[in-house]
């Protein structure tokens, strides 16, 4: 959906009393939303399983909070797959990353392919990301 403008989502009401409608204004021209089917690599699940061990050392109830940014990161992927940043400098340029929710240090690298976006790794940002990733 294309926003105009948030001016155009408050409505008057009554005695010219201003409110916001739940509703987005939209274009006769929005782009269809894309949503691609998601494939997991090999890695995927070892590596969310470390970070989950590793977080729950601190706070049990962090691990929670990460699945659930985890999966509406890979959501949000599936939906707009060119959010990433290209990752050229780790000499594999198709490869993209993306931060998981408020985790901003735990990175989730994929791949956009014509069907699908498959998910190659889940790594801290301060790891060694190039030999990780040549895995």
């Not at 050392?57 to 060119?82: C, D, E, H, S, Y």
């Not at 990433?84 to 985790?103: Q, T, Y």
């Not at 735990?106 to 040549?134: A, M, N, T, V």
Request: hydrophobic share 40%; with cysteine.
């Amino acid at each position: 959906m294309i926003r105009l403008g948030w001016w155009r989502s408050w409505r008057l009401h009554g005695k010219g009393h201003f409110a916001r409608t739940n509703r987005p204004v939209t274009t006769p021209l929005s782009p269809p939303s894309m949503k691609l089917i998601v494939e997991e690599s090999e890695f995927i699940y070892c590596d969310l399983q470390d970070v989950l061990r590793y977080l729950r050392q601190g706070n049990p109830a962090t691990p929670v909070r990460f699945v659930q940014a985890f999966k509406a990161t890979v959501a949000q992927l599936a939906a707009m797959p060119g959010l990433g940043r290209p990752r050229a400098d780790l000499a594999l340029p198709e490869v993209r990353s993306w931060r998981v929710g408020s985790f901003r240090h735990y990175l989730l690298f994929y791949e956009i392919l014509p069907d699908r976006l498959r998910l190659l790794r889940l790594l801290h940002g301060y790891r060694d990301l190039q030999s990780e990733l040549k895995k």
